[in-house]
DNA sequence: ATTGTGGCCTGCCCGC
DNA sequence: TGCGGGCAGGCCACAA
């Protein structure tokens, strides 16, 4: 999916919509409601009026004058306000944009909304609950970073991903990330000293101001050797690809400790 | 409770 | 050119 960054694109991109009020909803993907049957929310969202568009982690939230909608994008999903969209090319995404994609689409009094998802891992959900996500990471203390690593025996990796626990990265993000910090992914999360947290509390928000910058989770120095048979970039080790965290993982065994 | 695994979906890319 | 296999930035249910 889009990472915290692209989201954070998506909610700024949202800003117009506020003050606008839903007049229909010609398209919800049942795959993506969670078993709420799709006509349920559309009889909720019709005459709603946004009221403000925010992002936590991942996830994008239109308030409005009734429920809070959630908008959860999966690996592939693209917003489409108005129709213009601001991201037109996913790393790993479909790089068309196909009407037949559609997973969620809102019409406004004036103008629209819309989710194109080609693998529709995506959603939409009705007032979120909030509490199951973690300290946004692009802004993530040393102290709120000390408490989500807790003294886990997890992975290093693996809890960084646990939306939880941090809320906004993803797989991308963090491999660039512990490759800036120089951690080894397979490290217990709970096995680093404050010193540590305190450093990679520094590399995660640097990094996620960095790639804003850049233009995209997908800008990192590390990116460009997500690939086997690669070297580091930074001291031209060669690369391990392996699997933490259940995901694919690119790691400098040199530099990253 | 915590941690790890498998599966959901579909498009794309590579090699034969 | 066509086809099959492997891959993918996320997240959830489930099992140990």
Redesign the pocket.
């Known amino acids: ?3 915290l ?2 989201i954070e694109t998506y909610r700024r991109q949202a800003e117009p919509v506020v003050g606008r009020t839903i007049a229909a909803v010609p398209t919800l993907d049942p ?1 993506g409601l ?1 078993g709420v049957h799709p006509e349920e929310i559309r009889a909720e969202l019709i005459g709603l009026t946004v009221t403000a568009a925010r992002r936590i ?3 994008l939230l239109l308030d409005t004058d009734g429920p809070t909608i959630g908008l ?5 999903g693209r917003l489409i306000v108005d129709d213009s969209a601001e ?1 037109d ?8 944009d ?1 009407r ?2 559609d997973r969620t689409v809102v019409e406004f009094d004036r103008g629209s909304l819309r989710v194109n998802d ?5 959603g939409v959900e009705l007032d979120p609950d909030l509490a ?1 996500l973690g300290a946004d990471a692009a802004s993530i203390t040393d102290s709120a970073l000390a408490s989500a690593l ?6 290093l990796k ?2 960084l ?1 646990d ?1 939880r626990r941090v809320a906004g ?5 963090v491999d660039e990330t512990l490759w800036r910090a120089g951690f080894d992914p397979r490290r ?3 096995g680093l000293t404050a010193a540590e947290v305190t450093r990679l509390a520094a590399t995660i928000v640097d990094t996620v101001a960095d790639l804003t910058q850049r233009g ?3 800008t990192g120095d590390l990116q460009p050797a ?1 690939e086997r048979g690669a070297s580091c970039p930074r001291d031209g080790a060669p690369l391990d690809r392996r ?1 933490v ?4 993982t690119y790691l400098c065994p040199a530099h990253q400790r």
């Not at 959860?72 to 592939?76: A, K």
């Not at 996913?90 to 790089?95: D, F, P, Q, R, V």
């Not at 080609?118 to 995506?122: I, S, T, V």
């Not at 990265?169 to 993000?173: A, D, I, K, S």
């Open positions: 999916m889009p990472e960054i692209e795959l969670r982690g991942k996830l959860r994008f999966g690996m592939t991201i090319r996913l790393e790993y995404g479909a790089n068309r196909d037949a994609w080609p693998r529709r891992l995506g199951r807790g003294d886990s025996a997890a992975t693996s809890r991903l939306q990265l993803g797989n991308l993000l217990a999360a709970g995209g989770s997908h997500r699997t965290g259940g995901r694919t």
